[in-house]
């Protein structure tokens, strides 16, 4: 992001969370971690229009959930570029 500013590309923090738990409780605290780490890159010095944040939930998990190192893997935030807006 700092090596193109204006260019249009977006950081999108998603935040992919365990299914233990309720869906509404995963949901919030995944939106957490999203907001946490885009104000973390917006203290780095990446203007806050260029992030987004948005929090999946129980939504797209990398592992499976019904073992204990599994739910390990999907307490995970991933970060990407997104094409111009």
Not at 38 to 56: C, H, K, V, Y
């Amino acid at each position: 992001m700092r090596s193109f500013p204006g260019s249009g590309a977006a950081a999108r923090e998603q935040p992919i969370d365990q299914s233990a738990g309720n869906a509404d409780s995963n949901m919030k605290l995944s939106q957490a971690r999203a907001d946490s780490v885009m104000n973390d890159l917006e203290r780095l010095g990446i203007p806050s229009g260029e992030l987004t944040a948005q929090g999946f939930g129980e939504d797209n998990p990398a592992a499976d959930n019904s073992t204990a190192d599994g739910r390990q893997k999907n307490r995970r935030v991933t970060v990407g570029l997104a094409g111009e807006r």
